[in-house]
């Protein structure tokens, strides 16, 4: 499995219903920190797939789920467990701090 790229549509499926605990990346195109937390994530992605699904949102595309988690700045990272969200983290981080937050959060 790959980093999923989720909709308004498909949220409910790729991240509240998921088995797994899902990270999600809360980002825009226009968004200079997002551009630089995209390599972070497919740079972690292989460490962490086997215990955290990982899912990108597009709040300009998906307008409705970056609302309903109140989004206010990006990215804006959360993570999910049994469709709840149980932490959040806004602004860019390095991989290890990145990977050790993942890791605390699940």
């Not at 899902?22 to 994530?41: N, R």
């Not at 595309?61 to 932490?87: C, E, W």
């Amino acid at each position: 499995m790959s980093i999923i790229h989720a909709t308004d549509a498909s949220f409910k499926r790729d991240v509240l219903e998921s088995d797994l605990p899902v990270l999600v990346d809360f980002w825009a195109s226009w968004c200079g920190p997002c551009k630089m937390l995209s390599p972070i994530l497919d740079d972690l992605y292989p460490e962490i797939k086997d215990k955290v699904r990982v899912v990108k949102v597009d709040v300009d595309a998906n307008p409705a789920t970056a609302s309903a988690y109140n989004v206010r700045t990006i990215p804006t990272l959360m993570i999910f467990h049994k469709g709840q969200m149980v932490d959040t983290k806004m602004g860019l981080l390095p991989k290890p701090k990145l990977k050790e937050w993942v890791e605390g959060a699940v």
